[in-house]
């Protein structure tokens, strides 16, 4: 499907970053006021307890983005009873070396464990478990944001294997790809562009969706780098020469760099081996300490049945469920017509999800508490949905879209809310 090339994600002539906040900010609020409707209890947002003891400041803002939450999504179910309080901050569980975030609790805030160090896992999904944190395996991303997935096999019959190390992934969307939705391209005189044109190169840009892309125009401080060699490139090298795959090589400017998570392909491989067979996902490398699932991963893990034991409203840069069967243990492996099944089913209830999410935050995002910068972009996204009514896969890719546009989701509920008066 072509894609769409506007200066706004869902409009002609809009603002892109306002839009991805309204778009971000609904999602966040659809999945609160469902799962508060429906199962009358908490949701909770976490961020790293040792990021929170170093700097304070970023719990208050933490606090006052759930604050707004908190306020919009009561006032919105005032119908159901006094539901004031129900959406929370916190911290997530602490980090030690091995630590796992899992997708088997309740939605975070009820019954997660306060540290989830020691899984119960089968004897050899333990050795596995053992070998990826303490990095004895072949090839695992280890920099930023480093979560290794795997999936703990109890099966006593047929296959009892456990699976891993799934680390997160590049791959290429493109254009032509018919397992793709719809997808937005910013137009060629976006200023967005502007920061990811290579320094001292005119026209050249780093393709769009790919991560630390913005720095294109910063000289390199690497002290090896090269004269004129930019940021963004130095950290595209870096990315892959720290282990990260990229699925389908090198991107052209027509096309979009998509992440999976481990958590995600864990999930798929889980799904497709039974129901004792759980995802994970470890913590890797020295970077990476937050031991909570970041909020596009949720509501894929949410909507298919495995919610996370903890969630975070930091980054999910350029997210993407899997398009087609990926299996980084065996690239030349043919799947099944069944294992294609999966991705497509998973997929299918992420969409229709999504789009009640959306749907349901629009709702919330009244005229009292939008504020006043992005009601026009809050109209546009309803515009846009209430017109592409037959695709089911709408809101999915607004959400894909959104997220090309690296941000923290507290920011952007920042910027989408009003204050708490
Ligand atoms: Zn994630």
Redesign the pocket.
Known sequence: MAFRETNGIVSTDGDAVAEADVIMTAAALGLAALHIAGTKSPIQFDMDPLEAGKDPTKLTFLQEAVNRMDAAVAAYLEKEGKMAGYVKAGTSPGYDPGAVIMGVYALAGQSAPSKVTAPELSVEGKKLWEKIWNDNVAKQYKGRGA?TGFVDNHNTEGDTKPIGPLS?ARFVAKDSDEKLPSRWLPATENELWRSRERLGKKGDVVSWGIIGGERANNKSAAKDAEKGTNEADVIIADVKAIGMEYVGGDLTKDEIAMYT?G??QAIYRAYHLGPSCSPY?IAVGSLTKKMA??L???LFMTANGYPPNSIHLGR?ES?APLFSPYYPEDPHRQPTAQEAAVIRDLNNRWYEKCLEYLQTGLKVLDDTHIAESHGKSRDAVRKYLEEHATDEKAGGALILDAVTIHDGEAERIHRTLQPVA
């Open positions: 979560y997160s998570h958590m995600i996902e699932s970041c596009t991963c949720t999910g997210w």
